[in-house]
């Protein structure tokens, strides 16, 4: 019996086979359109930066301590010192540390939270339970009195228990949010917020405009426990990356990011093209053709900034920033119409108005698409996040450290030059030779003490001396109160004072209590920048984060009904002063005996969770949580309850009564809230109005 051949394709008509698919897909006539609308967009923002891009590449060298070519070639024609002084260096970094300090802290304080609404929504098992509680206390009312309640009675009855109802719901909403909150930060820190962050603070400080991009989907292969063995793992995760200033352009007419197309230009290694495979959304056709000619040169949007950034980063090599390893891809979101959309070939299902602008996302390369999809948001937001350390009304882009001081540091450039040429001239005399008087071939560099002289008479019967002395003037102490002036301009101008990066400075600074005044006025600058960074990146990225969990998430913990808050620039109102009042109150409550009957067990222990939270301790090994709290109540009602039995049974025996011969109704247990324990079955039982 023949056996049969399996036939079995190379890798090379694989290929071969996969770029004539996407040959065939890039001709269409929707793809060359997308195609087409994308490299317009992308010409048009590209040439609307350079003014931009060349300050930024400023702000980059003043910060590295270089000047920019032109000004260094000035320098060198005129001769003399290019000392540069790092005094933006040095506001940059002292602004970092503080943005840094103020919005993340030791690491345990989160630069956001989530808070539940004042008022949450009652869930309709509440609503109706409460119908059914009701019901069965009006039955009972009738029971007992033989007539039906009055409707005042009713109304009564019903706001007590809808009080109650109101007060579970929001004791749940909160535990369910602090639930919540865990999550979220274990989603940031997997992937990769905090680092991001940090990134972005450094951006802000120097740029004059800093961007956080995410939540981003991405398939990573992380190492999980399956089934008691450590294995490597596909997972789908958000991630959170920091966009290069560089590498982010938008619409020119633009004054949000989100008010325009807004395009990323992605530099990437074939192994960042490969790993997109199989990702959804992505054709892989497109992306096999395009690895196919990833070494041919052509893929590259060679731009002029790329050169004179790597070498204001001082890694500039040729053959670095031209190279064949890395192509550019470019990522487009922009709101297109649908009746063009229709005419690209988009479903018709998926336009449900021809007249409205629908938001897009178009991966180009080359002239290759790689990705054309609707943008998932339902929102039709970018998943980007900009603000400036100084932000200008109706500009994308703003002032950051290197903006604001870049004429001071000027200034102060100029008299460091000056003072470094006026002390080497001043530093010794001057001399002056009459060359007539000097024999051939005197050389009148060579001077060293002791040294003898030759001169002859002059052929001019000149009778000057053949040599004079002279000293010039030092100008040391003028330049140097000039090179103080404008280092103090600095410091007003960026807002961030000498004496926050351990500089001494005379005055109020000698005393604590000055200093403290001091950083107190100087932090009401430090808002306005911590502000923009909640407003415009924290808050929308918490809440595009949170919106996600509610969309694709199964997690029974996930609640509707919240407020994102952002605490950073809360953070600066001294924190030292919150945590001494914290304490005080804290001392009241265990110190009154009425204190502590108002604020209850579980009060107390939540201020104590509070404290032991700031000693950088876990409070959940030293303080129960609210569950045992609960369960220790309940356990200290029921001694307290024996103890009062036993009492009254002790009593009655030193009487002469039996036990259990007490006459009356069963006698009713009082509880600190007012409620009753027995009579009904045991059952908790709500004080009621008069006449209820």
Known sequence: MAMALIPVASAKDLEDQAKKRSDELQKQTYIQGLAAHARKRWELAKNSKQDLEERMLSCVRQRNGEYDPDILQDIREQGGSDIFVQLTSVKCRAATSWLRDTLLGTGMDKPWAIEPSPVPDLPEEVKQSLQAQLSQEIMQVVQTSGAMPSEEDLRQIALSM???????????????????????????????????????????????FAVLKGPIKRRRKVMQWNQGK???????????????????????????????????????????????????????????????????????????????????????????????????????????SGKELLEWGV??????????????????????????????????????????YEAKPGSVDGKGVADLCRDSQAMVNATARAMANNMGISSGPQVGVNISRLPAGEDITDMHPWKIWQFQSSEFNDGSAPLQFFQPNSNAQ??????????????????????????????????????????????????????????????????????????????PDLVGDVNINARGANSLVVKEAEAIRRNEFLQMVLNSPVAQQIVGMDGAAELLRDAARNLNTNPDRIVPDRHKMSMIEQQQMVIQQLQ?????????????????????????????????????????????????
């Open 162 to 208: 809808k009080d109650e109802a109101m007060q579970l719901v929001k004791e749940e909403a909160a535990e369910r949010v602090d639930r919540m909150e865990m999550k979220m930060e274990d989603q940031l820190l997997e992937g990769g917020w905090y680092k991001a962050f940090n990134e972005f603070i450094e951006d802000i400080v120097t740029f004059p």
């Open 230 to 336: 450590l294995e490597p793992t596909e997972v789908i995760r958000n991630e959170w990356e920091r966009v290069d200033p560089f590498n982010l352009y938008w619409a020119p007419w633009a004054w949000d990011v989100n008010d325009g197309f807004v395009i990323e230009r992605h530099r990437m290694t074939a192994d960042d093209l490969q790993a997109l495979l199989g990702v959804p959304g992505y054709n892989d056709d497109a992306i096999r053709s395009v690895l196919a000619d990833f070494n041919g040169g052509t893929l590259g949007e060679w731009l002029w900034v790329d050169s004179s950034k790597a070498e204001a980063e001082g890694k500039y090599l040729p053959d670095a920033v031209h190279t064949d390893d890395l192509i550019d891809a470019l990522q487009l979101w922009d709101s297109i």
């Open 347 to 388: 479903p018709e299902e998926e336009i449900a108005d021809p007249s409205l602008n629908y938001p897009c996302e178009v991966w180009l390369i080359g002239n290759t698409v790689i990705r054309a999809v609707l943008n998932y948001d339902p929102l039709g937001r970018k998943p980007y996040y900009l603000t400036s």
């Open 478 to 555: 003028e330049l140097m109160a000039v090179f103080e002036k404008f280092s103090e301009r600095a410091d007003e101008d960026t807002m961030i004072p000498k004496y926050m990066t351990g500089g001494h400075t005379p005055g109020a600074s000698r005393t604590s209590s000055g200093l403290s005044m001091l950083i107190s006025n100087a932090g009401k600058g430090i808002k306005q920048v911590i502000s923009n960074i909640d407003k415009n990146v924290i808050i929308p990225a918490i809440e595009r984060l949170y919106h996600d969990n509610l969309r694709y998430s199964e997690d």
């Open 644 to 692: 009062q039995q036993l009492a009254m049974i002790t009593g009655q025996m030193e009487q002469g009564g039996m036990p259990g011969a007490t006459q009356g109704p069963a006698p009713r247990n009082i509880l600190p809230d007012g409620s009753q324990v027995g009579g009904r079955e045991g059952n908790f039982v709500s004080p009621r109005p008069n006449g209820a």
